[in-house]
């Protein structure tokens, strides 16, 4: 959601390169540094992807350095279309459609 957020209001990403945020900054929406090492959650909940550090610094001296350019707007005009392309509808629908069910399953 941190990321849609500041997609939403224009603002330049930068993000680790692991899970969906691959998806999502896809297409030039946003810049993807590589991880530096993957450990496991000691809490079972999953991966954890530790950003490598010295290419975050990197990118993001590129970003500002850029941030008048015209690749740099692209990149974030790319990235506002496509939050606002985003909507509840599929899943409304889908949360709507299994409350129906479970409704239908307790009547009969």
Known sequence: MPLLEAMSVGLPILATDCTAIHEVL???RGTLVPYDYVHRDPFGNGKRYWIDRMKALEEM???YSQRTSLDLN???KKA???VEGRTWDIAVEQLESGLLKLVEEKTS
Do not use: L
């Open 26 to 28: 896809d297409n030039g």
């Open 80 to 82: 506002r279309e496509y």
């Open 61 to 63: 001296e590129w970003i």
């Open 74 to 76: 692209k990149a974030v």
